[in-house]
């Protein structure tokens, strides 16, 4: 059975704490270079920058994730991928309806910039949706909405104190249906996925996760992740 | 101090275990984090918080909590008001915010 070596979450220029390295190209040209097959990009409350990571990723042996890094009313993190930008075009339509309005902090020099880029990396334009803000939907409401568009749902860095599950919520809630949850920023935790949360191009791969599955669908990494067909290291 | 003369003081609406009410507060934490709670107060506290999640009932059940207070006018989701009613755990809700309530319980001679 193939192996797909993955960095499940990566962030691109559309995050305001992203470095503006980060644009398509070079993300997936970093990828190809650290052996990666497979990478998941994920903006803050945003697929923004997804299509035009995956068309940068055509012909380079790089399979990509599109997806979003949604922030509940909680201010939990869930990591939700999908195998279409549609599909998380359709995720991120959600999301954009429960961000609050537009506040005046918004292009202020902490934020930061939010960039649209095409597949070579070029400026489109200003995301202005608030997305280092929290939206008014529950874990639950994230979770089942993604996963009713098809997506593979991961608490993010869910033992970070920022925004981890576990640090947030005390513990995984009951009725919480999560196909995973991420280690942190740290090291690797046995059962769980690891990936590097890069915000720049040398974060990139420096905690990964092998998968040994067919394809790289999001129904046969759920299937790896059920029956803990994966294995995670630490790059050097 | 009983939950019911802080109530009344401190204008709280009970939304669930209205049976605590003549229970004794021993002492307050104020916290967002879950796991700080968990990790922090302690059995007779009040608890302040403007989560609304489900889990704060059982943060609130394992450490015998006498009552969450919900502050910030932050209405508890219906799943939270279920279990709490179920599991006989006090949920009191108020527009004050945290930081006015954790005053105001202070003078109050929570401590």
């Not at chain 1, 990509?64 to 922030?71: D, H, N």
């Not at chain 1, 970070?160 to 249906?177: I, K, N, S």
Request: charged share 20%; hydrophobic share 45%.
């Amino acid at each position: 059975m193939p192996s797909w070596r993955a960095d499940l979450h990566v962030h691109t220029v559309l995050s305001a704490c992203a470095d503006t390295e980060m644009t398509p190209p070079l993300l997936i040209a970093r990828c190809r270079d650290l052996g990666l097959g497979l990478v998941g990009v994920a903006d803050h409350n945003s697929a923004g920058n997804s299509a035009a990571t995956l068309e940068a990723a055509a012909n380079s042996g790089v399979a990509v994730k599109p997806g979003l890094e949604v922030e509940t009313r909680e201010s939990v993190h869930l990591l939700c991928l999908f195998d279409e930008a549609q599909q998380a075009l359709d995720m991120q339509a959600l999301v954009y309806a429960h961000l609050p309005p537009l506040p005046p902090t918004s292009g202020s020099r902490f934020f930061g910039e939010q960039f649209l880029v095409d597949a070579s990396g070029s400026f489109l334009g200003h995301e202005h949706h608030p997305l280092f803000m929290a939206t008014d939907l529950s874990v639950s409401e994230v979770a089942d909405a993604a996963h009713e568009r098809g997506a593979l749902v991961l608490g993010a860095h869910a033992d970070r104190r920022a925004h981890g599950l576990l640090a947030v919520l005390g513990f995984v809630p009951p009725d919480l249906t999560l196909d995973g949850l991420e280690c942190g920023p740290g090291g690797l935790m046995a059962g769980r996925v690891a990936s590097s949360d890069a915000h720049r191009l040398n974060e990139i791969g420096s905690r990964y996760t092998v998968f040994d599955s067919e394809s790289a669908t999001v129904e046969h990494l759920r299937a790896c992740l059920c029956a803990g067909r994966f294995r995670t290291g630490l790059a050097v | 101090m009983q939950l019911a003369e802080i109530a009344q003081a401190l204008g709280l609406t009970a939304r669930s275990g209205e049976q605590h009410l003549s229970r004794e507060v021993t002492g307050g934490c104020v916290s967002d984090l879950l796991s700080y709670a968990m990790a922090n107060a302690h059995a007779g506290d009040v608890w302040v918080t403007i989560q609304v999640h489900p889990n704060i009932v059982g943060v609130a059940e394992l450490l015998d909590l006498t009552a969450v207070i919900v502050a910030g006018g932050q209405e508890p989701e219906k799943a939270t008001l279920d279990k709490a009613k179920e599991q006989g755990i006090a949920i009191l809700t108020s527009r004050e915010t945290a930081f006015t309530l954790a005053g105001r319980l202070y003078e109050l001679g929570v401590r």
